[in-house]
C-alpha cells in the first residue's frame, strides 16, 4: 500500500516542477534588479521541488526498512482513514478560490474579494449573518486599499467601474 508520505512528496515534486517550469518563463526586463522578478518564484519552486524528493526519499526508504510487510499494511490502512473527506474539503476550498478567477474581471476586485471573503469563511464554519457581512465587506475594502492606494497596483473595476463608482 502506499503511503501518505509517498503521495504528498511526489505530488510536491509534480507542482515544485509546473511551478519552476513557469518560473522560468518569466520575462527579464533591463530594469529588474539583480533577483529579478522571477527569483523568488525560483526559490520558491527548488524549495518544493527538493522538500518533495526529501518527503519522497524518506517515506521509500521508511517502507524499505520498516515494519514487516503484515504489521505496515495495518498501519497504512489506517494512516489513509478519514482522507477523503479532508481531499474534499480541500477540494472545496480550491473551488472557491477558482471561481474568484472566473469571476474577478467582471465583477471587479472589491466585489469579488468580497464574495471570496464571505464563500470562504462561510465554507468554513462561519455562520452566516450581519457580523459575517461587514467583515467581508471590511476586509475587501481594507484589502483594496492596500493595493490599489499604497502599493499603487491597478485592480479589476468590473461591475462597480461600469457603473461609475
Not at 82 to 103: D, E, K, N, P, S
Not at 141 to 154: D, Q
Request: charged fraction near 10%.
Amino acid at each position: 500500500m502506499i503511503s501518505r508520505d509517498l503521495v504528498g512528496g511526489l505530488a510536491a515534486v509534480v507542482i515544485g516542477a509546473v511551478y519552476l517550469y513557469f518560473a522560468y518563463q518569466l520575462r527579464v526586463s533591463a530594469l529588474d534588479d539583480s533577483l529579478g522578478p522571477s527569483g523568488m518564484p525560483r526559490i520558491y519552486g527548488w524549495l518544493l521541488l527538493s522538500l518533495g524528493l526529501i518527503l519522497t526519499a524518506q517515506a521509500v526508504l521508511s517502507r524499505l526498512i520498516g515494519p514487516p510487510p503484515a504489521a505496515g499494511r495495518e498501519a497504512l490502512r489506517g494512516e489513509w482513514e478519514g482522507q477523503g473527506r479532508r481531499i474534499a474539503w480541500a477540494a472545496g476550498l480550491l473551488a472557491i478560490g477558482a471561481a474568484y478567477l472566473f469571476v474577478v474581471e467582471k465583477l471587479g476586485y472589491l466585489v469579488s474579494v468580497a464574495l471570496l471573503i464571505l464563500a470562504a469563511a462561510t465554507f468554513l464554519g462561519a455562520r452566516f449573518g450581519t457580523r459575517l457581512l461587514a467583515i467581508a465587506a471590511l476586509g475587501a475594502v481594507a484589502l483594496w486599499a492596500i493595493f490599489a492606494l499604497v502599493l499603487g497596483v491597478s485592480m479589476p473595476s468590473g461591475l462597480l467601474g461600469r457603473l461609475g463608482v
